[in-house]
């Protein structure tokens, strides 16, 4: 059910020689400007019906009574599913097959794990109806006392965080970096809970057809999607086939298949028709993860000229009262500067909310911003300028692993985006500088790091007789730009004009391309069709090297260079032949070949492979108002190759916003008594409007890397927020001298500050 | 949401038998009422849709010098009419700083007026709500109420009126204009909003089917017109409620305040006119002691309703750089960015 997209191909897309490295406009641009692209929701196969969570408003106890005669009452409501009519499952949705099973609400008891679960789905002919249904199930319930944030509970030590991380981490003599610091700053943070909030909500269209089940939903995991609902409902993988061709953002929240989704093709199942099912705005706080709030203190001593002797940095986290995900929060000091002696360790509580997941940058984001503020208090410490501590306490090898860096152009990336922000000169002491009105004004600086990941990811090339190619690959679109710079490393690993080229992705029907998450997108399928593109050409030239007949004949595989649909002899330019031809001499339709991409556990054992930045950041304060506003940031950014600096800039500049939300506006704000969340909409969960967005600039400094992977990619995903979060945050300190180690920074904390 | 029917009613007449009966709404541009009632917040079971009512569209001049602006006329209209933002121009910069651009563009005044409190308690259906549901209790009295009231609050009800329009319009005395079932009647806007008391769920004076029809003016309120401003504490730049506002307007005769008009937005369940402010400040210089003094006056009766105490110290700053930047002179054109701290610096 591969749907084929008009993707741009105009003028402006075609280009002859390598495509990598061009900035090309998004492929899939006109259709989404011109309200073409066609999103989950914007589906409706014949004789489709609408479904709608009915949510429970408690955060911990049971529901003992649903009014399901008056939902069922209401015109147009066809059936209520609820636990005791429901589909049977295959799976217990509590089961833990693998870790990243996490467990779901789906009607399974009556029991209320958080607010904003589900408990009913009402389904009717008309959205209205569906909606008021699930308002006319009144449920009721027997509430128990709900445990609400940091301090709900007695802490233990998680058995692991993040994706398999040991809780605790220890390098070096701790006791020892403590007696050697002649300066030891000693300070603890906090930062809150905040929810993805993409544009476009978790939706599902399910259609059943005997046991096959056709949906289109965002995803940004189709195979683990498949492999998780096959589980549930005790179908064949293979009988899945999801359609994902565009998602309005992911940022993590759409890495696995959420309980709403799978009420959706439950609700498909029970009734025997077409189902959509799409969450309302407030339904998203809370079945489809967050980042929980984190407390985390940090010690960090130094030595009389400046040198680090230890980083302790300890973390506390939330995690749901029934599953485990413990957000990696201090791992965040294992890569950046150089101590003898670090130590992160973490410990969780369990409260009654949903699971937290993965979002943007887990760990690194929440880490980040308190260990980036904690090297400010140790510089400011020591009277040592914040970049000049920073070169000073420069990482030559991974500290904690003493592994040589795979590349790490960090030190380019201070230079040039100190240069560009013009630091030089930057008074040590807060509250020096004010501007032609009278605001304070303060500059502070970030460093931005993320690991180099790859997954697990398949594709298909097909070189067809007419000489044109078709790449395929399950790949996800979330708007970071997949469809061009992967069609773009497509058509280079064919030798064809961008013209030339089918891009297929976005549907689970074909090969499988991984998870798009941990900014490892680009370089796993882009690795994979490299590996897929270089296979097919050596078919092709195995073809014309061994036929009399070509002009080719005897260069030896690794004799030809493929280029603009040909092969050429690499000893003799002007001797080449067109893969068309190739082709009709063998008297073949096409040739194909598959390949694989994957982290090269070799080159992982040796070398620590990290994607760096550095940030700067200057705002601007009310001295009597409080009020703060973001003037200037400007990052610099070192992440291997680049495919396509357009999408990569748009990268940097949505993750550096995110960075300043984090400094200075996001929260989920939580009744502390009942466990609700008070702010669940996008008029009072504040990220900044354009107002709040300053000029920005971004530099990508290059970094040539042979180790990562065959392209040399690193992420830039999630790397943006990392490092500016601590640059705005440090600015406002430089600008008012107040240190705010609540985040987001509040304005009674520098009104009152002030005074 | 709950069924309900939708009446279009062609005359004020009309609107008000409709909107009388029990159950009935009046429905302007939505922006408001229509989150509510997808909350489950309002249940109206009738819809009186008054946006296609004859002759509310218009802002008129009236003989006496007063300025009678319909209730329909949409928010970005009433602030983008040049004569209006000059002769009025802490309301317009109010207007301005409100809400978005594409919500200004649909919200009308009347419906401005009427817009219900942000309290988050309020929004959200399964917590204890005294305007919701007279006696339930208030679950914001001991919960997240860092925003909520500081001047006028009861332990029934610690909400504040969000509208930032208001704020200069009880400062300049505006009126409203009703349509009832007993005719026309008129109140001062101070009027209109409620105090919580005792009585929280009675948030304004209209009765049941009262319309608003027109908000006027009075002449006397251009004299402000080169002393005017209106500052906007918020948390972001753009598109946020008011944390705490002000609006100061000043008639400056001979280098003395000759009257001033001071009122505070976020404080309390209706826009603040701060009176004993203002005496401070008749006849006084324009400085800076007399401004705090004014602001001292005008909080001196102010406490905090929970973790809110900022706003008190917060109210009197933003009193004391309104009147600075009133004085200072209105500028020439609206701040690109009205309300804000960072564009009241010579309007800049
Ligand atoms: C995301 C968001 C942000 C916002 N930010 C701000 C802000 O920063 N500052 C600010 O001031 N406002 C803000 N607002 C509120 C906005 O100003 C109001 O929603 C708008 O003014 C309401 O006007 P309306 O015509 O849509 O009213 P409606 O929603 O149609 O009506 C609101 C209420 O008024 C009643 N009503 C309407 N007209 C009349 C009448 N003529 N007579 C009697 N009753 C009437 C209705 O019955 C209803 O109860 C914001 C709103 C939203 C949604
Ligand atoms: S403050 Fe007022 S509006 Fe808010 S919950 Fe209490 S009674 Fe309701």
């Given at each position: 059910m591969t749907v084929e997209l008009s993707l741009t191909r105009d003028p402006a897309h075609i280009r002859h020689g390598?495509?990598?490295?061009q900035p090309m406009t998004r492929t899939d641009g006109v259709l989404k400007v011109t309200g073409k692209?066609?999103?989950?929701?914007?589906n409706h196969p014949p004789g489709m019906v609408y479904a709608v969570i009915a949510t429970s408003?408690?955060?911990?106890?049971?529901?003992?009574?649903?009014d399901v005669a008056a939902a069922r009452r209401h015109?147009?409501?066809i059936d209520v599913m609820t636990p005791a009519h429901k589909p049977e499952l295959a799976?217990?949705?509590?089961?833990?097959?693998?870790?990243?099973a996490f467990r779901m609400e789906?009607?399974?008891?009556?029991?209320?794990?958080?607010?904003?679960?589900?408990v009913a789905v009402v389904i009717a002919e008309t959205l209205e109806a569906a909606t008021e249904g699930a308002a006319l199930l009144s449920p009721r319930y027997q509430v128990e006392i709900a445990r609400v944030g940091l301090d709900a509970g007695e802490a233990y030590a998680p058995?692991?965080?993040?994706?398999?991380?040991?809780?605790e981490v220890r390098h070096g003599d701790i006791d020892a970096g403590m007696a050697a610091a002649a300066k030891l700053t000693d300070s603890t943070y906090q930062t809150p809970a905040q929810y993805?909030?993409?544009?476009?909500?978790h939706a599902i269209v399910a259609v059943w057809d005997g046991d096959r089940l056709f949906i289109d939903t965002p995803s940004q995991g189709m195979g683990f999607a498949q492999m998780r609902i096959a589980g549930l409902f005790g179908i064949?993988?293979?009988n899945i086939h999801i359609n994902s061709?565009?998602?309005?953002?992911?940022?993590?929240?759409?890495g696995l298949i959420s309980g709403p989704q799978v009420l959706g093709i439950m609700a498909a199942k029970l009734i025997g028709r077409p189902v959509k099912l799409v969450l309302r705005r407030s339904q998203m706080?809370?079945?489809?993860g967050h980042r929980p709030p984190t407390r985390q203190r940090i010690r960090i001593g130094t030595d009389e000229s400046g040198a680090l002797t230890v980083i302790n940095h300890e973390a506390r986290v939330t995690t749901s009262s029934f599953d485990d995900f413990y957000e990696?929060?201090?791992?965040?000091?294992?890569?950046l500067y150089a101590s003898p002696a670090i130590r992160t360790a973490h410990e969780a509580v369990r409260v009654d909310t949903g699971t937290p997941l993965f979002m943007r940058a887990p760990g690194e984001a929440t880490g980040s911003i308190v260990l980036e503020s904690a090297i400010d208090e140790a510089a400011f410490a020591c009277g040592i300028d914040p970049l000049e501590f920073r070169l000073k306490n420069y990482?030559?090898?991974?500290?904690?692993?003493g592994k040589p860096f795979s590349s790490k152009a960090l030190r380019q990336c201070y230079a040039k985006a100190a240069e560009r922000f013009g630091w030089?000169?930057?008074?040590?002491?807060?509250?020096?500088m004010r501007d032609e009105n009278g605001f304070l004004v303060g500059w502070g600086v970030g460093t931005a790091t993320f690991p180099a990941i790859m997954f697990q990811g398949n594709a298909r090339a097909v070189i067809r007789a007419d000489g044109k190619g078709v790449m395929e690959t399950g790949a996800h679109d979330m708007g970071q730009g997949a469809w061009t710079a992967l069609a773009q490393i497509s058509a280079d690993s064919l030798g064809?004009?961008?013209?030339q080229l089918t891009f297929r992705s976005?549907?689970?029907?074909?090969?499988d391309a991984g998870?798009?998450?941990?900014?490892g997108h680009t370089a796993t399928v882009g690795a994979a069709i490299h590996n897929a593109g270089a296979a097919v050409i050596a078919k092709l030239a195995e073809l014309a090297t061994s036929d009399?007949?070509?002009?080719?004949?005897?260069?030896?595989?690794?004799g030809v260079v493929a280029r603009a649909g040909r092969l050429h002899?690499?000893?003799?330019?002007?001797r080449s032949e067109g893969y068309a031809d190739i082709l009709a001499r063998a008297g073949l339709a096409e040739v194909d070949a598959t390949g694989s991409g994957a982290a090269d556990a070799a080159a992982q054992s040796q070398y620590a492979m990290h994607a760096h930045g550095a940030v700067f950041a200057e705002v601007k304060v009310d001295?009597?108002?409080g009020q703060i506003r973001a003037t200037r940031l400007v990052g610099a950014f070192a992440?291997?190759?680049?495919?396509n600096p357009l999408m990569v800039q748009s990268q940097l500049y949505g993750g550096m916003i995110w960075g300043l939300s984090f400094a200075l506006h996001e929260e989920a704000v939580m009744?502390?008594?009942?466990?609700?969340?008070?702010?669940?909409?996008l008029a009072e969960y504040h990220v900044p409007v354009n107002a709040d967005v300053p000029p920005m600039d971004v530099i990508t400094v290059d970094e040539h890397d042979p180790h990562v992977n065959p392209l040399g990619i690193k992420g830039?995903?999630?790397?943006?927020?990392t490092g500016s979060a601590g640059a705005v945050a440090n600015a406002v300190f430089h600008a008012t001298g107040i240190r705010v180690r609540?985040?987001?920074?509040?304005i009674e904390e520098i009104v009152m500050g002030l005074s | 949401m709950m069924n309900f029917d939708y009446v279009r009613p062609a005359s004020v007449a009309d609107a008000i038998a409709a909107g009388s009966e029990k159950g009935a709404s009046y429905l302007a541009s939505g922006t408001n009422l229509l989150d509510l009632m997808k909350g489950g917040v309002s249940r109206p079971s009738?819809?009186?849709?008054?946006?296609?009512?004859?002759?509310?569209d218009r802002i008129e001049h009236l003989a006496d010098g007063s300025l009678r602006i319909g209730a329909l006329v949409r928010n970005a209209d009433l602030a983008h009419d040049a004569e209006f933002a000059r002769n009025y121009p802490a309301v317009a910069e109010a207007l301005l700083s409100g809400a978005s651009a594409q919500l200004r563009n649909a919200a009308t005044v009347g419906g401005n007026l009427m817009q219900r409190t942000r309290c988050a308690y309020f929004y959200d259906a399964g917590s204890a709500c005294n305007r919701r549901w007279?006696?339930?209790?208030?679950?914001?009295l001991k919960g997240e109420?860092?925003?909520?009231?500081?001047?006028?609050?009861s332990e029934g009800c610690i909400a504040t009126?969000?509208?930032?329009?208001?704020v200069p319009l009880v400062a300049l005395d505006a009126i409203v204009e009703i349509e009832g079932k007993g005719g026309r009647r008129e109140l001062p806007l101070e009027a209109l909003h409620r105090l919580p008391?005792?009585?929280?769920?009675?948030?304004?004076?209209?009765?049941?089917?009262?319309?608003?029809v027109a908000l006027r003016l009075p002449?006397?309120?251009?004299?402000f017109a080169r002393h005017a401003r209106y500052i906007k504490v918020r948390e972001?730049?753009?598109?946020a409620f008011a944390v705490v506002s002000a609006a100061a307007a000043l008639r400056i005769v001979d280098g003395k305040i000759r009257e001033a008009r001071l009122a505070l937005g976020g404080?309390?369940?209706?826009?603040?006119?701060a009176r004993e402010a203002e005496q401070v400040l008749?006849?006084?210089?324009?400085d800076a002691a007399a401004y705090r003094e004014a602001a001292r006056a005008a909080l001196a009766g102010a406490k905090p309703?929970?973790?809110?105490?900022?706003k008190i110290e917060l109210a009197q700053r933003i009193l004391v750089r309104a009147l600075t930047l009133a004085a200072a002179g209105t500028p020439d054109?609206?701040?690109?960015?009205?309300?804000?701290p960072f564009s009241s610096v010579a309007g800049a």
């Amino acid at each position: 059910m591969t749907v084929e997209l008009s993707l741009t191909r105009d003028p402006a897309h075609i280009r002859h020689g390598s495509n990598i490295g061009q900035p090309m406009t998004r492929t899939d641009g006109v259709l989404k400007v011109t309200g073409k692209a066609r999103y989950a929701a914007d589906n409706h196969p014949p004789g489709m019906v609408y479904a709608v969570i009915a949510t429970s408003c408690i955060a911990r106890g049971r529901v003992t009574a649903l009014d399901v005669a008056a939902a069922r009452r209401h015109p147009g409501v066809i059936d209520v599913m609820t636990p005791a009519h429901k589909p049977e499952l295959a799976e217990d949705p509590d089961a833990k097959g693998n870790p990243f099973a996490f467990r779901m609400e789906l009607l399974q008891s009556d029991e209320v794990r958080y607010a904003n679960q589900a408990v009913a789905v009402v389904i009717a002919e008309t959205l209205e109806a569906a909606t008021e249904g699930a308002a006319l199930l009144s449920p009721r319930y027997q509430v128990e006392i709900a445990r609400v944030g940091l301090d709900a509970g007695e802490a233990y030590a998680p058995p692991v965080v993040g994706i398999g991380n040991p809780a605790e981490v220890r390098h070096g003599d701790i006791d020892a970096g403590m007696a050697a610091a002649a300066k030891l700053t000693d300070s603890t943070y906090q930062t809150p809970a905040q929810y993805h909030n993409a544009m476009e909500p978790h939706a599902i269209v399910a259609v059943w057809d005997g046991d096959r089940l056709f949906i289109d939903t965002p995803s940004q995991g189709m195979g683990f999607a498949q492999m998780r609902i096959a589980g549930l409902f005790g179908i064949p993988p293979a009988n899945i086939h999801i359609n994902s061709p565009f998602l309005g953002g992911g940022f993590g929240s759409k890495g696995l298949i959420s309980g709403p989704q799978v009420l959706g093709i439950m609700a498909a199942k029970l009734i025997g028709r077409p189902v959509k099912l799409v969450l309302r705005r407030s339904q998203m706080y809370g079945p489809v993860g967050h980042r929980p709030p984190t407390r985390q203190r940090i010690r960090i001593g130094t030595d009389e000229s400046g040198a680090l002797t230890v980083i302790n940095h300890e973390a506390r986290v939330t995690t749901s009262s029934f599953d485990d995900f413990y957000e990696p929060a201090a791992d965040a000091s294992h890569t950046l500067y150089a101590s003898p002696a670090i130590r992160t360790a973490h410990e969780a509580v369990r409260v009654d909310t949903g699971t937290p997941l993965f979002m943007r940058a887990p760990g690194e984001a929440t880490g980040s911003i308190v260990l980036e503020s904690a090297i400010d208090e140790a510089a400011f410490a020591c009277g040592i300028d914040p970049l000049e501590f920073r070169l000073k306490n420069y990482a030559e090898v991974e500290p904690t692993t003493g592994k040589p860096f795979s590349s790490k152009a960090l030190r380019q990336c201070y230079a040039k985006a100190a240069e560009r922000f013009g630091w030089a000169g930057r008074p040590l002491q807060p509250k020096q500088m004010r501007d032609e009105n009278g605001f304070l004004v303060g500059w502070g600086v970030g460093t931005a790091t993320f690991p180099a990941i790859m997954f697990q990811g398949n594709a298909r090339a097909v070189i067809r007789a007419d000489g044109k190619g078709v790449m395929e690959t399950g790949a996800h679109d979330m708007g970071q730009g997949a469809w061009t710079a992967l069609a773009q490393i497509s058509a280079d690993s064919l030798g064809l004009d961008f013209d030339q080229l089918t891009f297929r992705s976005g549907s689970s029907d074909l090969p499988d391309a991984g998870i798009a998450g941990g900014s490892g997108h680009t370089a796993t399928v882009g690795a994979a069709i490299h590996n897929a593109g270089a296979a097919v050409i050596a078919k092709l030239a195995e073809l014309a090297t061994s036929d009399q007949r070509s002009p080719l004949f005897g260069a030896g595989n690794a004799g030809v260079v493929a280029r603009a649909g040909r092969l050429h002899r690499r000893d003799d330019d002007a001797r080449s032949e067109g893969y068309a031809d190739i082709l009709a001499r063998a008297g073949l339709a096409e040739v194909d070949a598959t390949g694989s991409g994957a982290a090269d556990a070799a080159a992982q054992s040796q070398y620590a492979m990290h994607a760096h930045g550095a940030v700067f950041a200057e705002v601007k304060v009310d001295p009597e108002l409080g009020q703060i506003r973001a003037t200037r940031l400007v990052g610099a950014f070192a992440a291997g190759r680049i495919i396509n600096p357009l999408m990569v800039q748009s990268q940097l500049y949505g993750g550096m916003i995110w960075g300043l939300s984090f400094a200075l506006h996001e929260e989920a704000v939580m009744d502390h008594r009942s466990g609700r969340i008070l702010n669940a909409n996008l008029a009072e969960y504040h990220v900044p409007v354009n107002a709040d967005v300053p000029p920005m600039d971004v530099i990508t400094v290059d970094e040539h890397d042979p180790h990562v992977n065959p392209l040399g990619i690193k992420g830039v995903g999630e790397i943006g927020i990392t490092g500016s979060a601590g640059a705005v945050a440090n600015a406002v300190f430089h600008a008012t001298g107040i240190r705010v180690r609540n985040f987001p920074i509040k304005i009674e904390e520098i009104v009152m500050g002030l005074s | 949401m709950m069924n309900f029917d939708y009446v279009r009613p062609a005359s004020v007449a009309d609107a008000i038998a409709a909107g009388s009966e029990k159950g009935a709404s009046y429905l302007a541009s939505g922006t408001n009422l229509l989150d509510l009632m997808k909350g489950g917040v309002s249940r109206p079971s009738r819809l009186v849709d008054v946006t296609r009512l004859p002759g509310l569209d218009r802002i008129e001049h009236l003989a006496d010098g007063s300025l009678r602006i319909g209730a329909l006329v949409r928010n970005a209209d009433l602030a983008h009419d040049a004569e209006f933002a000059r002769n009025y121009p802490a309301v317009a910069e109010a207007l301005l700083s409100g809400a978005s651009a594409q919500l200004r563009n649909a919200a009308t005044v009347g419906g401005n007026l009427m817009q219900r409190t942000r309290c988050a308690y309020f929004y959200d259906a399964g917590s204890a709500c005294n305007r919701r549901w007279p006696g339930a209790g208030c679950d914001a009295l001991k919960g997240e109420n860092r925003l909520h009231a500081v001047l006028g609050w009861s332990e029934g009800c610690i909400a504040t009126h969000p509208s930032d329009f208001c704020v200069p319009l009880v400062a300049l005395d505006a009126i409203v204009e009703i349509e009832g079932k007993g005719g026309r009647r008129e109140l001062p806007l101070e009027a209109l909003h409620r105090l919580p008391g005792e009585t929280p769920e009675r948030e304004t004076a209209l009765e049941r089917g009262d319309l608003i029809v027109a908000l006027r003016l009075p002449s006397e309120a251009q004299g402000f017109a080169r002393h005017a401003r209106y500052i906007k504490v918020r948390e972001r730049t753009s598109y946020a409620f008011a944390v705490v506002s002000a609006a100061a307007a000043l008639r400056i005769v001979d280098g003395k305040i000759r009257e001033a008009r001071l009122a505070l937005g976020g404080v309390a369940a209706k826009p603040w006119r701060a009176r004993e402010a203002e005496q401070v400040l008749a006849g006084a210089a324009p400085d800076a002691a007399a401004y705090r003094e004014a602001a001292r006056a005008a909080l001196a009766g102010a406490k905090p309703s929970g973790d809110n105490a900022f706003k008190i110290e917060l109210a009197q700053r933003i009193l004391v750089r309104a009147l600075t930047l009133a004085a200072a002179g209105t500028p020439d054109r609206i701040p690109a960015l009205p309300g804000s701290p960072f564009s009241s610096v010579a309007g800049a």
